[in-house]
Every structure is written in structure tokens, then in C-alpha cells.
């Protein structure tokens, strides 16, 4: 006979302890984050991709300027993708990094800071497409990943050569404006908060 007896995890007020009746699991939920390889699957990408593109491309544009400011942020996700490194090691890994993106925003709530998380972490991994594959804007996975359009290059070379940097570009911006939006939303809470305090 199996005797089966209820714990409370650790890390709770009373972790370590039995506990007399079952109890839930917190409503959090961390996105994962695989430790190698690409953050988002391609059933993710076709059923969520085209959305996320379009959320990315609401966002108001930013100046030069405050990109390259935010582009710290977005920078712990492209940190850890050994093809965004000439010696092709990252310093570390994507649970790292999305635990230190969820550090640098977390005056946001739960549900909040993880939506901002995956606008980001989405258009870096788009973004890393371009590094990984040269060739990429020949052959996307998704129609969407395109954001130039081909017609504005005159042959198969003249994309390689400018379309493929020029949609690179673009995924970059759309990761650092995403980062610039969730910084300011990270702040204005911090503020908040502290006005409560």
C-alpha cells in the first residue's frame, strides 16, 4: 500500500513541514527558457509569431537615441546565443538570462513583466535568425520574419548582401524598443511603489 503524504515545498513560510490537506501551486509562471538551442519552437513561432510581430510593430517608435539606451536590456537575452559571438561562446545561458531580464524588471506585476519579457526575448530570437543563417531572408521559416520587402532589392545578391542586414536591423529595433517600453513600465511601477512605501 502506497501512503502518500502532502509537503509543503520548500521555500515557503512553513517549508519543510507536512502539510494536513493539499494545497495549490502559486499562480506564477516563469516562461521557460531552454538552456541551449532556440527559446521558441516552430508550432510557437506559426501559431504565435505573426501576432507578436504585430504587438512589436504597434509599439511607437523611439529614437536612435534611447535604442541604443534600452539595447542594454535586450542585450541579457542576445548575451546568451553563442552566434551573436565571433568565438561562438555566450557568456551564459538563456535560463540565466531570462532570469537576469526578470531582475531588471521586476517593479512590473507577474503578468506584466512576463508579457514584456516575451516581446523581447521574441525579437531577439528573430533577430539571431540573421546570425546564425546568411541566408536567412532567402528562406525564412514564417512569412512574417520578413519585415523588408523583397521587391525593394534588385536581385538574389542585392538581398543577401543589404536585405539581410537591413531585416536583421529592423529585428533588433523592434527587440530594443520593446525593451525601451518595458524599462519606462518597470519605472513608472518603481515609482508607484515607492509612493505606497
Same mark, same amino acid.
Given at each position: 500500500?502506497?501512503?502518500l ?5 520548500? #521555500?515557503?513560510? !512553513?517549508?519543510?513541514?507536512?502539510? &494536513? =490537506? ?11 527558457? &531552454? =538552456?541551449? #538551442? &532556440? ?8 501559431? /504565435? #509569431? ?9 509599439? &511607437? ?7 541604443? !539606451? ?16 565571433? !568565438? ?14 526578470? *531582475? ?16 523581447? /526575448?521574441? =525579437? ?10 546568411? #541566408? ?14 523583397e ?5 538574389? *545578391?542585392?538581398?543577401?548582401? !543589404?536585405?539581410?542586414?537591413?531585416? /536583421? ?8 524598443? =520593446?525593451?525601451?517600453y ?12 515607492a509612493?505606497?512605501?
Amino acid at each position: 500500500m502506497e501512503n502518500l503524504t502532502n509537503r509543503v515545498p520548500a #521555500g515557503v513560510a !512553513n517549508g519543510g513541514q507536512f502539510a &494536513p =490537506a493539499p494545497h495549490s501551486e502559486p499562480a506564477l509562471s516563469l516562461i521557460p527558457a &531552454p =538552456a541551449d #538551442g &532556440p527559446d521558441f519552437d516552430y508550432a510557437f513561432e506559426a501559431d /504565435r #509569431g505573426p501576432g507578436l510581430r504585430k504587438e512589436l510593430e504597434a509599439l &511607437p517608435k523611439i529614437s536612435v537615441r534611447s535604442a541604443i !539606451n534600452a539595447s542594454h536590456v535586450s542585450d541579457l537575452i542576445r548575451n546568451s546565443y553563442s552566434v551573436y559571438f565571433t !568565438n561562438g561562446e555566450a557568456p551564459y545561458g538563456r535560463a540565466d538570462a531570462v532570469r537576469f531580464l526578470d *531582475d531588471a524588471l521586476r517593479h512590473l506585476p507577474r503578468d506584466q513583466r512576463e508579457k514584456q519579457i516575451e516581446l523581447i /526575448r521574441f =525579437a531577439v530570437h528573430e533577430e539571431m535568425k540573421h546570425w546564425a543563417d546568411s #541566408g536567412h531572408v532567402l528562406n525564412p521559416e514564417h512569412k512574417y520574419e520578413l519585415l523588408i520587402e523583397e521587391s525593394d532589392y534588385s536581385d538574389e *545578391d542585392d538581398l543577401l548582401e !543589404n536585405g539581410q542586414e537591413e531585416n /536583421r536591423e529592423r529585428w533588433e529595433l523592434l527587440a530594443n524598443t =520593446a525593451a525601451f517600453y518595458a524599462v519606462a513600465a518597470d519605472n513608472s511601477s518603481s515609482v508607484r511603489q515607492a509612493a505606497v512605501a
